[in-house]
């Protein structure tokens, strides 16, 4: 059984820079992807960023490209999603999430997080 616990999120105004973090309680070869996804009031739970537990690669969506960055430390099973240049569109709860081949399609995880509230003021 794979936990997931999330962490980071908060208040920011626009043009500032949040860092979530995401700590899994196992990594396993089923859950060799580990990722973020959002969810805004009123939207869709949209795809953010993944990387691979293996070789650290990586994938963004086009809104957060330049902007957000995603890493991990393999050593206590942690992802972090460091974000820069908040826009106020940036405002949702963010989820982490750990599966394999659907997140390598930005598709869901098998497993998520409870959510963090990011907010962005302008």
């Known amino acids: 059984q794979v936990q997931l616990v999330e962490s980071g999120g908060g208040l920011v105004q626009a043009g500032g820079s949040l860092r979530l973090s995401c700590a899994a309680s196992i990594r396993t070869f089923s859950t060799y992807v580990m990722g973020w996804f959002r969810q805004a009031p009123g939207k869709e739970r949209e795809f953010v960023a993944y990387i691979t537990w293996n070789d650290g690669s990586t994938a963004y969506a086009d809104s957060v490209k330049g902007r957000f960055t995603i890493s991990k430390d393999n050593t206590n099973n942690t992802v972090y999603l460091q974000m820069n240049s908040l826009k106020a569109e940036d405002t949702a709860v963010y989820y982490c999430?750990?599966?394999?081949?659907?997140?390598?399609?930005?598709?869901?995880?098998?497993?998520w997080g409870q959510g963090t509230q990011v907010t962005v003021s302008s």
């Open positions: 999430t750990s599966g394999g081949r659907a997140l390598l399609l930005h598709r869901p995880g098998d497993y």
